[in-house]
């Protein structure tokens, strides 16, 4: 059977989601050394196939931002099913000194399971959009800020302010009563609204910066939606590679990504994700959802640049739901690293509905938001000697903080649980600026 034009899927049922990486028949990456504008890449295509009278092929364009800006990637279209042509087509272009690598396109598609009934995959909502158990402990604690004791630094004036958020997800509501300061919604997909039909990246939107009802860690960090996910929760290689490169454009302080999957053979999004971290993008990444197993951490929260985050319930009880340790992506001839870094609250946490109000949803996706919002707060904190903080020292921040939990060994995890009030105590004892407004 033709390699070029046989669909190649790999499935993975998580707790939460239906999860599938699928290669797109005869579309490509062409990765580039460097960064350049469109015409001088297209020249660079050019050089190789039109000397050899080769014309069946295109380059897709991309309608999003990225054409204003110079980029390090090309989608280009092989138009034809023949093996032999689709091949010298590719080892043409790979001939370019200009040219890094030639990577077939994946898509990813990511499916919430709604389950009304109340278990740990469940997202519980009112009509209206409010959940309430008639608890007011119970309550309480699923206010995830209140359980972190948040409001010690709320106290200080420590607030997110002035700290560049993104959120890589499914998008926003305009005008969303609970955000003080959305400062830019990006559309990278195919679609023409930036809403968020599906309300996953409203959730983690209000985990991380709610103002009001169920509050999120930072309200006045700076907000920059990235909809990098359909409404039906379809997304592409070069639609992450496009909105990454934005990312590093706009200077972005932390990004958080609630997803994650079992392809850790995108080498173009792998190495994507080291640039961000090389440009202090600091990356915070859900784990995954395909625990008790270990060995199911999901790319690209088991890349060491990245901060990888695990679900805990809130009797502090790991996640049954919550990937583990070692990591796989490197596999089989890694290093067999620890991979998970840190555990914090991720399920029936309680977040932003999709217009107003709340609800409540379970799995890593959740837990990641929570870690990214306490790095907005430290940052935030930390604002006047942003110079200072990056990528590794956040996270060695946050693992020096963290809470060991009895009776779970590393590989479940990381380093323990997230503490922020432990955290800022080396962070203050350091460095006393930490706490400085």
Not at 240 to 269: C, V
Request: glycine share 8%; proline share 5%.
């Amino acid at each position: 059977m033709n390699v070029f034009t046989i669909l190649v899927t790999i499935s993975v049922i998580w707790g939460l989601d239906a999860f599938k990486t699928s290669i797109i028949p005869n579309e490509f990456i062409v990765h580039f050394h460097s960064k350049y504008f469109a015409p001088v890449r297209e020249s660079f295509i050019k050089a190789k196939l039109f000397g050899s009278n080769i014309t069946n092929w295109k380059i897709i364009p991309r309608e999003n931002l990225a054409w204003q800006y110079p980029s390090d990637f090309d989608v280009l279209k092989v138009l034809t099913d023949d093996e032999k042509s689709a091949k010298l087509i590719i080892e043409r272009i790979q001939s370019h000194p200009s040219v890094k690598a030639v990577v077939p396109q994946r898509s990813v598609r990511r499916i919430l399971n709604y389950n009304p009934y109340g278990n740990f995959t469940s997202i519980n909502r009112h009509p209206q959009g409010v959940t309430r158990i008639r608890n007011a402990n119970n309550d309480r604690h699923r206010q995830v800020c209140s359980a972190l004791h948040a409001n010690v630094l709320w106290k200080l004036g420590i607030t997110g302010k002035g700290v560049k958020v993104a959120i890589f997800d499914t998008g926003l509501t305009k005008n969303h009563p609970h955000f003080r300061n959305v400062k830019e919604r990006t559309n990278w997909t195919n679609e023409k609204s930036l809403d968020d039909k599906v309300s996953h990246g409203t959730f983690v939107a209000g985990v991380i910066a709610s103002s009001r009802e169920c509050l999120g860690f930072a309200p006045d960090a700076d907000l920059y939606i990235f909809k990098v996910f359909t409404n039906s929760q379809v997304s592409y290689t070069s639609w992450f590679l496009d909105a990454f490169n934005y990312a590093i454009y706009r200077k972005i302080n932390i990004l958080n990504l609630s997803i994650g999957g079992p392809d850790f053979m995108d080498s173009p999004f792998v190495e994507k994700v080291l640039e961000l971290s090389a440009n202090n993008v600091i990356m915070i990444s859900a784990a995954g959802n395909d625990g008790p197993l270990y060995g199911t951490l999901n790319n690209p929260g088991d890349q060491s640049d990245v901060i990888g985050v695990g679900g805990i319930q809130f009797d502090d009880k790991i996640a049954k739901f919550s990937s583990r340790g070692m990591t796989t992506w490197e596999l089989p001839s890694g290093y067999g690293r620890l991979g998970l870094d840190i555990v914090t609250y991720g399920s029936q946490v309680e977040g932003s509905d999709v217009r107003k109000g709340c609800r409540r949803l379970s799995g890593t996706s959740v837990s990641s938001p929570v870690v990214a919002g306490v790095a907005a707060l430290l940052i935030s904190g930390a604002f006047k000697r942003i110079d200072l903080i990056n990528p590794a020292s956040l996270k060695q921040v946050l693992i020096e903080g963290a809470e060991k939990l009895p009776q779970y060994n590393m590989f479940e995890q990381g380093a323990g649980k997230l503490n922020l009030l432990k955290t800022l105590n080396p962070c203050t004892m350091e460095a006393p600026w930490l706490l400085q407004t």
